[in-house]
């Protein structure tokens, strides 16, 4: 069982910028693929960005490419995802996610585990 914990949401104004962390316990970290995934209001729950074990290997939405990246520290157990030019169809709650396999998340979007969510809300 892995334990993600996600920080750093909060209010920000468009064209801002905002940084998540997910903080990992219960298993060994560089074990699994890191991802990010985000949900709006009335929405479903969309892929953001995934990272591979090592870190070699990144994968984003096209709707965050160039403007969002993700990263982790193995040493800390914590996955990263750094958010520039926001803007206000960013905002959602964002969730951390893990799964062994990283091309299993690429390919179906469907982690195995979750973390609780951390609300992120850009102003125009």
């Known amino acids: 069982q892995v334990q993600l914990v996600e920080s750093g949401g909060g209010l920000v104004q468009a064209g801002g910028s905002l940084s998540l962390s997910c903080a990992a316990s219960g298993r060994t970290f560089s074990n699994y693929a890191m991802g990010w995934f985000r949900q709006a209001p009335g929405k479903e729950r969309e892929f953001v960005a995934v990272?591979?074990?090592?870190?070699?290997?990144?994968t984003y939405a096209d709707s965050v490419k160039g403007r969002f990246t993700i990263a982790r520290d193995n040493a800390k157990n914590t996955v990263y995802l750094q958010m520039n030019s926001l803007k206000p169809e960013d905002t959602a709650v964002y969730y951390c996610?893990?799964?062994?396999?990283?091309?299993?998340?690429?390919?179906?979007?469907?982690?195995?585990?979750w973390g609780q969510g951390t609300q992120v809300t850009v102003s125009s």
């Open positions: 996610a893990a799964d062994p396999s990283y091309s299993y998340v690429t390919q179906t979007r469907r982690p195995g585990y």
């Open positions: 990272i591979s074990r090592s870190g070699i290997s990144t």
